[in-house]
């Protein structure tokens, strides 16, 4: 047999594009079903496929990430209702290998029961028990997540506070003196003596007015 061209595979995405939706499967009581589940739906349920939980929300912005999953064998529908990114992925897989696609897929979790491309975990932050979405998710949720980037996360050591130059006390932070006026005048008196000049300002050397100015 030989191999399966490019022109192949678009001559059989072109019957796939003319075919009705009746006749792949997504007909009237597959879009009644969907939306009986949308309008049940509620953030924070779990994805059908992946397990991890979807945020979408109000419902017209989850009905565009939101699929109905089929059965292994699409004779029905899985529990609630499945992410597109899952969804789609586990068709592509479907189509990939129809004879392993069944036992390619994660076993279901004894503990609660529920399929999962990774297996269960224990939370690091409550100690509860989830599915991961992710290869290096260690926490249940955002909530979990944000508390262990705080735990983890190393102390910065506070800079220390120099003192003022005049009177010792502690100085604002950025600065030389304490923040006092008396202080703030007297640094400024040193400075300018350190530089050569006395007074509030520098004067100007006069300019000769010559006769033409006259």
Not at 5 to 11: F, I, K, W
Not at 109 to 132: D, N
Request: with cysteine.
């Amino acid at each position: 047999m030989a191999a399966r061209t490019r022109r192949d595979y678009q001559r059989q995405s072109r019957k796939r594009a003319q075919a009705s939706t009746s006749s792949r499967g997504y007909g009237r009581a597959h879009q009644a079903e969907r939306e009986r589940r949308l309008a049940a739906y509620r953030p924070g349920d779990l994805c059908a496929h992946g397990g991890e939980p979807m945020w979408w929300w109000p419902l017209k912005v989850a009905r565009r990430y939101l699929h109905l999953p089929h059965t292994p064998d699409r004779s029905g529908y899985l529990d609630g209702l499945s992410c597109a990114r899952h969804n789609i992925a586990e068709g592509n897989l479907r189509r990939g290998q129809p004879g392993t696609w069944q036992a390619s897929r994660a076993p279901a979790c004894e503990g609660c029961g529920k399929r999962s491309f990774y297996a269960a975990r224990t939370c690091q932050v409550c100690g509860a028990h989830y599915h991961p979405s992710g290869s290096r998710q260690r926490t249940c949720g955002r909530a979990c997540g944000r508390a262990l980037q705080l735990l983890s996360a190393a102390p910065r050591p506070a800079p220390p506070l120099s003192a003022c130059e005049i009177c010792g006390y502690p100085a604002v932070r950025g600065r030389r003196t304490c923040g006092l006026w008396v202080c703030a005048q007297k640094l400024q008196q040193r400075t300018k003596e350190q530089n050569g000049t006395c007074g509030p300002m520098t004067l100007r050397p006069a300019k000769l007015r010559t006769s033409r100015q006259r």
